[in-house]
């Protein structure tokens, strides 16, 4: 039987539920289309991380192990979280079911992913120029003194005249359009962590590998964006004191963040 445009759904009292006519379940019910659903986690590519036993050393210490076995943090029950997504309400900030009101709760997110969710609140400095402080406070002795690194891509391509000064492979990991740093670049550039016999670069390394790790999982994961694609250089600072990684609240963060998206 066709359901009348006319038919109503959700609480008869809309006091407190004021946002029924916009909610998905409206739709639903007049039998519109679905609107295309995406989540906006980037895990699809996270078995494309490699990491060794000191990465995942130092992940643990920082209050990150559950991130260190990636193709674990990749799966996604998309029905689920669709059939969630369907029952939340922003009027309440809780999910609405047959039973009653139900919520996600610090003590969730710190079974679900094992972030501390307590200590230091994740607050940061205004950046007046976020490309620049990409380009100066990120630490990697790597892209300070070392060439470019070339792709094997791109010794198939053919020579072009250089129209100016090439860009360095910091500043090519840079999204002018988002004014980001692009998380594919981050990915490709610290997948794997190098072989290295020079002293200077063993713990280095270690450190600024699993570093750019955890800024990717930032974007990708903990603060995604509507673009899916890139990570804002203000989270930079949480990581620059690699010893202070663990004192910071990031439970709480991620749910915090999860009621302004």
């Given at each position: 039987?066709?359901?009348?445009?006319?038919?109503?759904?959700g609480p008869i009292d809309r006091s407190?539920?004021?946002?029924?006519?916009?909610?998905?379940?409206?739709?639903?019910?007049?039998?519109?289309?679905?609107?295309?659903?995406?989540?906006?986690?980037?895990?699809?590519?996270?078995?494309?991380?490699?990491?060794?036993?000191?990465?995942?050393?130092?992940?643990?210490?920082?209050?990150?192990?559950?991130?260190?076995?990636?193709?674990?943090?990749?799966?996604?029950?998309?029905?689920?979280?669709?059939?969630?997504?369907?029952?939340?309400?922003?009027?309440?900030?809780?999910?609405?079911?047959?039973?009653?009101?139900?919520?996600?709760?610090?003590?969730?997110?710190?079974?679900?992913?094992?972030?501390?969710?307590?200590?230091?609140?994740?607050?940061?400095?205004?950046?007046?120029?976020?490309?620049?402080?990409?380009?100066?406070?990120?630490?990697?002795?790597?892209?300070?003194?070392?060439?470019?690194?070339?792709?094997?891509?791109?010794?198939?391509?053919?020579?072009?005249?250089?129209?100016?000064?090439?860009?360095?492979?910091?500043?090519?990991?840079?999204?002018?359009?988002?004014?980001?740093?692009?998380?594919?670049?981050?990915?490709?550039?610290?997948?794997?962590?190098?072989?290295?016999?020079?002293?200077?670069?063993?713990?280095?390394?270690?450190?600024?590998?699993?570093?750019?790790?955890?800024?990717?999982?930032?974007?990708?994961?903990?603060?995604?964006?509507?673009?899916?694609?890139?990570?804002?250089?203000?989270y930079i600072q949480l990581l620059q004191?690699?010893?202070?990684?663990?004192?910071?609240?990031?439970?709480?963060?991620?749910?915090?963040?999860?009621?302004?998206?």
């Amino acid at each position: 039987m066709e359901k009348s445009k006319d038919s109503a759904c959700g609480p008869i009292d809309r006091s407190l539920l004021f946002m029924q006519e916009d909610h998905i379940s409206t739709s639903i019910w007049e039998g519109d289309d679905r609107l295309r659903f995406d989540v906006r986690q980037y895990t699809t590519c996270m078995d494309k991380w490699v990491l060794d036993d000191e990465q995942r050393h130092l992940l643990d210490s920082w209050g990150f192990g559950v991130f260190a076995h990636p193709q674990v943090v990749r799966q996604n029950d998309i029905a689920l979280i669709r059939a969630l997504v369907e029952r939340w309400r922003p009027e309440t900030n809780t999910f609405h079911f047959p039973f009653g009101e139900m919520t996600i709760t610090l003590e969730d997110v710190y079974m679900l992913m094992g972030l501390p969710i307590s200590g230091r609140a994740l607050t940061f400095t205004d950046l007046a120029t976020p490309q620049q402080y990409w380009l100066t406070q990120w630490e990697d002795l790597r892209l300070e003194k070392g060439p470019v690194r070339k792709k094997k891509s791109d010794k198939k391509k053919k020579k072009k005249k250089s129209k100016g000064k090439e860009k360095s492979e910091r500043e090519k990991m840079w999204s002018e359009k988002a004014s980001a740093v692009s998380l594919y670049s981050l990915r490709e550039t610290y997948k794997k962590k190098p072989k290295s016999k020079r002293p200077e670069y063993l713990e280095q390394d270690t450190r600024v590998y699993t570093r750019a790790y955890v800024f990717w999982i930032i974007g990708a994961i903990l603060f995604p964006t509507s673009s899916r694609s890139t990570v804002h250089p203000r989270y930079i600072q949480l990581l620059q004191k690699t010893d202070e990684i663990i004192d910071y609240a990031w439970g709480a963060g991620v749910l915090a963040y999860l009621y302004i998206l």
